[in-house]
């Protein structure tokens, strides 16, 4: 479920490089946060005011309930959150010593005050780091044991050659994939102790709900991306190219949302070109997967309207680049005429989706939830 990591750039391996050789002997704590931390977070993908943003120095009222902690507000260090939904924390902590050689470690008190933030209603961050500089420390809030154990530990020199490890947890293009991983982990073991099997079917029925009714927040989030870029990013040429991405797994993402023309352009250029790509390497099965999920021939699934039209564009594109025929799933083992293809995906769109029955049932049951 991992999403596509774009490669570090050379600017950041080399600030990673320099991170790695700081001596934080006589840092304080604003030292180890304005220092290490703060282009730290940027190359994990967070900044202030954007879709991956970081807020520094928040305060938060406490509960009455909690004044025997001796404080009536929290200070945060750094709070990152995805579209405004705080997902965790990082609190700075002194690295001062007299012996770079024998850094101190991350002390228990300390971990307890990040975990007592991140239990805050308005915060409710499910993981947390507590940093030093020597140590960078990640915990989970719902795992960590009594001793405090972190989940990931990465001494300030190896920072640089570890990286990849903290931004597998929360880099702002990891941490919703590693979230929902996590999810899933949960409902294995809370359904594990179910007895009654139509139970399952129940809470099958209660997941697809609460999936259909996030899908309009999901198309609204993807609107200001593809309003505010004049050209597709850079990190979704890298996807589509990568040959380790199978086109066919990101058919929804290409294609399933608002998108202006010039982002269906050059998405339809590039995909284009992998798929001749493809052909000339004589895989058309890998192919055949793209088109059966695009033209919905092999398993019908929900879409929104604006999928219908986009790939419209791109059938019409690929026509204009003289693909003659094409291979999908669900119909026989002979290529496709790609004009008899196009002919019916026109009459799918045109005529309200009236050839495909299901995919119409599925449309209507959608615009009404």
Not at 184 to 199: C, H, N, P, Y
Not at 275 to 292: G, H, N, Y
Request: hydrophobic letters at 35%; glycine letters at 4%.
């Amino acid at each position: 479920m991992k999403k596509y990591r774009p490669s570090l750039l050379e600017h950041e391996k080399q600030e990673l490089k320099s991170l790695s050789k700081l001596n934080f002997s006589n840092y304080k704590e604003t030292d180890v946060r304005e220092e290490f931390l703060r282009p730290l977070v940027r190359i994990l993908g967070y900044k202030k005011e954007s879709q991956y943003s970081v807020s520094t120095e928040d305060g938060y009222k406490l509960h009455p309930f909690f004044l025997s902690v001796g404080r009536t507000r929290v200070e945060l260090d750094y709070l990152c959150s995805i579209r405004k939904q705080y997902f965790w924390l990082i609190e700075a902590k002194p690295g001062k010593c007299k012996n770079p050689n024998n850094p101190p470690e991350i002390k228990a008190k300390e971990i307890e005050q990040a975990y007592f933030y991140s239990l805050h209603h308005e915060v409710n961050c499910p993981y947390f780091i507590v940093s030093n500089g020597w140590f960078t420390n990640l915990y989970s809030r719902d795992e960590i044991d009594a001793e405090g154990t972190p989940g990931l530990s990465i001494p300030h020199h190896e920072i640089a050659d570890r990286f990849m490890e903290l931004d597998g947890y929360v880099g702002a293009t990891q941490i919703l994939p590693f979230l929902k991983e996590k999810i899933l982990q949960q409902i294995r073991k809370t359904l594990s102790a179910e007895i009654v099997v139509d139970r399952l079917s129940e809470f099958h029925d209660e997941v697809e709900k609460a999936l259909a009714s996030v899908k309009p927040k999901v198309r609204e989030n993807l609107r200001p991306i593809v309003d505010q870029k004049p050209h597709i990013h850079q990190s979704l040429v890298d996807m589509i190219r990568d040959p380790e991405i199978k086109l066919f797994q990101i058919v929804s993402q290409l294609f399933d949302g608002p998108a202006p023309r010039y982002y269906l352009k050059q998405v339809s250029e590039e995909v284009s070109s992998r798929i001749m790509s493809d052909e000339v390497e004589r895989a058309p099965s890998r192919s055949a997967l793209f088109f059966s999920q695009l033209l919905l021939t092999d398993k019908t699934y929900s879409v929104s309207h604006n999928f219908y039209f986009n790939v419209l564009y791109f059938l019409l594109y690929l026509r204009g680049r003289g693909i003659n025929a094409i291979y999908a799933f669900g119909k026989g083992r002979d290529p496709l005429d790609f004009d008899e293809a196009l002919k019916g995906y026109l009459d799918l769109t045109l005529f309200h989706l009236k050839p495909n029955e299901v995919q119409r049932v599925l449309w209507l049951v959608e615009r009404e939830t």
